[in-house]
């Protein structure tokens, strides 16, 4: 692993016992001595500590005004920019002219510039794609010097108030900046596992103390890269590289609720996007596919590229799959043709040579616990 990055927090996650593998060009904690399956079960229950400064942290600061940049930005996706408020957080989707999503992404408008999040692996490409597009409005201004953790579970108000009291009036999808002992926390009420949460960017100089802070407390645990996957996709959230690509449209997968009213045809400021043609398409016409979830019958977990069949006709193949320690058995997603996407549907997937029976199920598997 010479060639990788290192987190500033690498040898806090090497001090826990931490089990470091390459995933999007880092040394990356993929569990600790606990193991997966208890990391997530505590993060369910309790509470759990992740560390995402892999990320992309990227300021989009306007020459003049936040309606001119919003405005541009929604040239790059089909989401409304404009209509997002003060302190308030949203999904989005940069597409591309075919359609297709290049990454997916938080942006927050904190009154004077938006903050966006994108994904590691995507981070540079985002950022080229981001300054060419929009640096007649704006600077897009990569942030190099924050770290970015992940505090989820039930009991993550608890613990980080007592570092930031004024996570407690926050709402999901708030954002606030809280001034701590650890210097300002540019804090979201969010997160990628179905529990409520909050990511915290924190500056690289502040990031251990805080951690250290946290993982102190008796209810906050370190959690890696492979309890991380397994709540998301018991959450039934969509992984950029798997469950979604470039050549794949918000529509088939299932993400057209981020797509606004002002957007949609009739709205305010319809199309006008990257790839709108098709989007617009699938949105009064539906998408030849869809992405469903997958309950495997028995214990055996289907994984990423199992093929799926309806009868002897080959139809797909599976974009996640594994074990759900909260639902206590196999899950997965994939695509389908939506003439078999509906609940309930028989499906098999081949596993070692054989067929074995799987259903659609809907989505997610495990319910989600956001502070609305």
Request: with cysteine; net charge negative; charged share 20%.
């Amino acid at each position: 692993m010479t060639d990788l990055l290192r987190l500033g927090l690498h040898d806090l996650h090497v001090e826990r016992g931490a089990r470091m593998v390459p995933f999007a060009g880092y040394e990356m904690p993929v569990q600790y001595q606990a193991g997966v399956m208890a990391e997530h079960l505590h993060c369910r229950a309790q509470a759990g500590l992740f560390d995402v400064s892999h990320m992309g942290q990227v300021i989009l600061r306007p020459r003049g005004t936040l309606a001119e940049t919003a405005l541009a930005f929604e040239a790059l996706m089909p989401v409304d920019v404009l209509g997002l408020g003060e302190g308030r957080q949203r999904y989005g989707l940069l597409t591309n002219d075919a359609g297709g999503i290049l990454d997916d992404l938080m942006f927050a408008n904190r009154g004077d510039h938006l903050f966006v999040v994108v994904n590691a692996a995507c981070k540079t490409a985002d950022i080229a794609h981001l300054t060419a597009h929009l640096s007649g409005v704006c600077d897009v201004a990569p942030v190099t010097d924050r770290a970015l953790l992940a505090l989820q579970g039930p009991l993550a108000e608890a613990a980080l108030a007592r570092i930031a009291p004024g996570v407690a009036a926050m709402r999901f999808m708030d954002v606030a900046v809280i001034d701590t002992g650890f210097a300002d926390l540019w804090i979201s009420r969010s997160g990628y596992t179905g529990e409520d949460g909050f990511e915290v960017s924190v500056a690289a100089a502040q990031a251990e103390g805080l951690a250290r802070a946290l993982l102190a407390m008796d209810d906050v645990a370190p959690i890696g890269l492979g309890a991380r996957d397994s709540l998301r996709l018991e959450a039934g959230l969509c992984l950029y590289g798997h469950d979604i690509d470039t050549a794949t449209s918000p529509v088939e997968a299932g993400l057209d609720w981020a797509i606004g009213k002002a957007r949609r045809d009739g709205g305010a400021r319809a199309g006008g996007f990257a790839g709108a043609e098709r989007i617009m398409r699938e949105l009064r016409d539906g998408p030849a596919r869809r992405r469903v979830g997958l309950r495997p019958d028995g214990r055996a977990p289907m994984r990423v590229g199992t093929a799926l069949f309806d009868g002897e006709t080959d139809i797909g193949t599976i974009t996640s799959g594994g074990f759900g320690p909260s639902v206590g058995a196999p899950v997965a997603m994939g695509y389908v043709p939506a003439a078999l996407a509906a609940a309930g549907t028989a499906l098999s997937g081949a596993l070692r040579g054989k067929r074995l029976p799987l259903t659609v199920a809907p989505l997610p598997f495990h319910p989600t616990t956001y502070k609305r």
